[in-house]
């Protein structure tokens, strides 16, 4: 399975090796990019003979992370520890979104991708737009009133400043999952990246240019020996960010490493860096763009998320180990109806691909879903935090390392 995990092109066909039939969706944003959204909405095996319209199903929506699509939450080995799947089986209708830029949004109706313009978008440009506009698709095709949201790593931080910036949004939204949560990281650990990057942010453009980053690792990908692709993938991960992927088995990163890499803004980048050196979850700084003198601390302040206006009820799952995450930090900038749930051994990526996600994180985000899905008596598999078995019996379906 592993190997063609690999090898799969597309989010179809990697929904295929696991006996799944996506549809997929294209919604307009307000600003001229067309996104591509997926939608798992039947079980294995099965087709929805009409697709496109409403299933009646309580509907999910899940959003990746930096430099990622969609295909990050289906390039699992095991179809029992890929959310999505998991998820269809419990009787969710499942949507997937793609941010702009990447391999499925690729496109707008004013700028070609080899135009700098294409590519002149940060987080900003993601709240504004590609959230909002994707879940009100979403919701328009199936009917629901609401959705739940499920997020991993910048997926979360977009959600988060969706959230704020747009009051309605609240009430469209039932439920906030926040897996591997993104606020205001404290840094890298590649100590003179970081330093250097957090001084002028702005360097990335000198060394990455105003387009797409790291557009080269397609290439890379495409030549090395996949066990040696891994080995790099690892390698970066330890210096850049010391998260060591122990939780993740040597032919799942061969698999799922072949589909981390997306297209994605150098601009996006650069507004983590500006996140970063502030130490707040600000809005993209374009100020920094020229020699501004600041005669004082109180002469500009950018504009910040407001975060604590977020009503929607949020459940954080991040790993104890994950250096990205400061939760004390993370839960003063959030509203105090917040839950944060502490995944222990767990870093980063581990809480998409680890070995265990299945006992783990799986279970944690069933029970946040069932507890404030609407639409309760849709729903099969987990009850009352109770994992119902083929032959009647019944197991707790939460792990109990937590």
């Known amino acids: 399975m592993a190997d063609q995990i690999l090898h799969a092109r597309d989010f179809g066909e990697l929904c295929a090796l696991h006996g799944y039939m996506p549809e997929e969706h294209v919604v307009l944003t307000k600003d001229g990019y067309l996104l591509g959204l997926h939608r798992i909405s039947s079980k294995k095996g099965q087709q929805n003979s009409r697709p496109g319209i409403s299933t009646g199903k309580p509907v999910v ?87 739940s949201y499920v997020g991993f790593s910048q997926g979360t931080a977009q959600a988060f400043a969706a959230l704020s910036i747009h009051p309605q949004l609240n009430e469209k939204i039932n439920v906030f999952i926040a897996l591997a949560p993104a606020l205001s990281p404290a840094g890298l650990s590649a100590s003179i990246v970081d330093g250097l990057m957090k001084s002028s942010p702005t360097l990335m453009f000198l060394f ?53 890499y997306s297209f994605a803004s150098t601009k996006s980048v650069v507004h983590w860096f500006q996140i970063m050196r502030n130490g707040a979850f600000l809005m993209y700084d374009d100020e920094v763009m020229s020699p501004v003198v600041r005669t004082s601390v109180s002469s500009y302040r950018p504009a910040r998320f407001p975060t604590k206006n977020i009503a ?91």
Not at 107 to 132: E, L, Q, R, V, Y
Not at 224 to 247: C, E, G, Q, T
């Open 61 to 147: 929506y899940l959003h990746h992370g930096l430099l990622m699509n969609s295909e990050v939450w289906v390039c699992l080995t095991d179809a029992e520890r890929a959310l999505p799947f998991v998820l269809v089986e419990q009787g969710f209708d499942v949507w997937l979104g793609n941010n702009r830029g990447n391999k499925y949004s690729k496109k707008s109706i004013h700028h070609g991708p080899n135009s700098t313009k294409f590519w002149d978008f940060s987080i900003d440009d993601f709240a504004w737009h590609d959230i909002p506009d994707s879940i009100q698709y979403i919701l328009d095709i199936t009917k629901a009133p609401k959705l």
């Open 208 to 260: 990455f240019g105003r387009k797409s980053i790291l557009s080269s690792a397609t290439m890379w990908q495409s030549i090395l020996y996949p066990p040696i692709f891994a080995k790099v993938i690892d390698v970066s991960l330890i210096w850049m960010f010391n998260w060591h992927n122990r939780n993740i088995t040597p032919s799942q990163k061969i698999a799922a490493y072949a589909h981390l």
């Open 312 to 402: 929607t009820p949020i459940v954080l799952l991040y790993g104890d180990r994950d250096s990205l995450v400061d939760i004390d930090a993370m839960m003063s900038q959030l509203p105090e109806h917040t839950e944060a749930r502490r995944l222990h051994s767990y870093e980063h990526i581990d809480i998409l691909w680890g070995k265990d996600v299945d006992r783990d994180v799986i279970p944690e985000v069933l029970d946040a879903l069932k507890r404030y899905c609407e639409d309760k008596d849709k729903l099969s598999g987990i009850v009352n935090g109770v994992k119902r078995t083929g032959d009647g019996t019944e197991t707790d379906g939460l792990s109990d390392s937590f």
